[in-house]
């Protein structure tokens, strides 16, 4: 019934991390999610315990072994979810997937180190490539934690009415508009006059404006995306 996030790593030391305090510390003790972590290392054959292996066609770097990492998907079988394989190759992360995957039961994550994982055994388990960004991280595993914890956060009792989304970027297509807090004013700067007064319709009204011009000069890309969306529903 919870959100079980398994992950296949060969650092299974850099879970929870982060994601052991704030909101998702707490709700991950409360057992609001679950967190399980398998050493790649683990299922290695050999007395050695080899997980990886020159890359076929010569080059740098080390790729991990087909067999070893089929033997840990293997071994979670049964655990209900995507199979998603973090790389700079995957689709890129955005709120719509991090939606989708709340909806999940869970999800299991392998987390690449070296030059990656032996593309076959992606194929045949028919993996779900995400990155999360255009550059190039030093293994899967703080692309892992980025996206479970963009998922945790949109679970079921974990944020407060407090924290809610409904204002959110991405949720209302716009950036955020500024924030502010006491003292009014703050080194001879003063926050704008309207949020002091009280005015609930008007601040609304002002956080719209500025919202929408944030977004207008900063990520154009959204604004063209917003008004795009607000023509098409004004039509409907
Ligand atoms: N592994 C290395 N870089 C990555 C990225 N940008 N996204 C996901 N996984 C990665």
């Known amino acids: 019934t919870k959100w079980q996030a398994t992950i296949l790593t ?13 909101l998702a510390g707490k709700s991950l003790n409360e057992g609001i999610w679950g967190l399980k972590t398998l050493d790649i290392r683990d299922f290695a054959r050999d007395k050695h315990r080899t997980v990886d292996d020159t890359p076929l ?5 080390m790729v991990l072994k087909p067999d070893v990492v089929d033997a ?6 049964a655990t209900a979810g995507p199979r998603i394989y973090l ?10 997937m991090v939606r989708d995957l709340a909806a999940q039961p869970g999800a299991v994550f392998l987390c690449g180190r070296y030059e990656g994982v032996d593309q076959r055994v992606i194929d045949a388990h028919a993996m779900q490539e995400v990155s999360i960004g255009d550059y190039i991280l030093s293994g899967g595993e703080v692309a892992a934690l980025t996206v479970i ?12 009415k407090a924290e809610g989304h409904h204002d959110e970027s991405f949720e209302t297509g716009l950036l955020e ?14 926050a704008p006059e309207i949020l002091g007064s009280g005015h609930h319709r008007r601040i609304a009204e002002w956080r719209l404006a500025e919202a929408k011009k944030e977004t207008q000069t900063r990520r154009p890309d959204l604004w063209k995306r917003y008004l795009e969306l607000q023509s098409k529903s004004s039509k409907e």
């Open 177 to 190: 508009h500024s924030h502010f807090t006491q003292p009014r004013v703050w080194n001879g700067i003063e």
């Open 87 to 96: 790389s700079p190759r995957g689709k890129m992360l955005d709120q719509a």
């Open 72 to 77: 840990a998907l293997q071994a979670v079988a």
């Open 10 to 22: 060969l650092f299974p030391d850099m879970f929870p991390g982060p994601l052991g305090h704030s």
């Open 57 to 61: 066609g010569g080059g740098l770097g």
């Open 149 to 160: 914890d963009a998922v945790v956060r949109l679970l079921p009792g974990v944020m407060g």
